[in-house]
């Protein structure tokens, strides 16, 4: 038996359910007693939690690759790859390169000289559409 089980079968007693019949128990039964039903509901309320491993850098940039998108998808930036970006763009080196080159989607790009203020919201919102023009979703 699993423990998703077994805490099922405790929540079914907990309110007072047969869990094999499905009936209420009488008056009179073990699992109507008030420390019976407090006892049930706290094993309930205590029930070990299972805490998701972190993944390293590594495991996300692979997870991020199997699922087809670019290596550093939804990771944080590193200092020298905002510098990086931004020398680019300021170099007039195409938003598709550098995406390429930092493993990053091109909106992520964008995004990045948004809120670092190297453009504008009506440059990033129209650079934004072209992109997604490109891919075909507009």
């Avoid at 998108?69 to 680019?88: C, H, M």
């Avoid at 091109?106 to 670092?116: A, E």
Wanted: contains cysteine; charged residues 25%.
């Amino acid at each position: 038996m699993d423990q998703e089980k077994a805490y099922l079968i405790i929540d079914t007693l907990a309110n007072g359910i047969d869990p094999v019949t499905g009936e209420c128990f009488p008056e009179n039964s073990p699992y109507n007693h008030p420390d019976v039903i407090r006892a049930l509901f706290y094993l309930l309320r205590n029930q070990p939690t299972h805490k998701k491993q972190k993944k390293s850098l590594e495991e996300k940039q692979q997870e991020n690759v199997a699922k087809g998108l670019p290596k550093n998808y939804g990771l944080p930036w590193s200092d020298e790859a905002i510098e990086y970006v931004i020398s680019q763009y300021n170099a007039n080196i195409a938003i598709d390169c550098i995406a390429q080159e930092v493993a990053r989607k091109p909106s992520s790009i964008i995004g990045l000289l948004k809120k670092k203020e190297v453009i504008t919201e009506e440059q990033a919102f129209s650079m934004g559409l072209r992109y997604q023009t490109k891919a075909g979703r507009g």
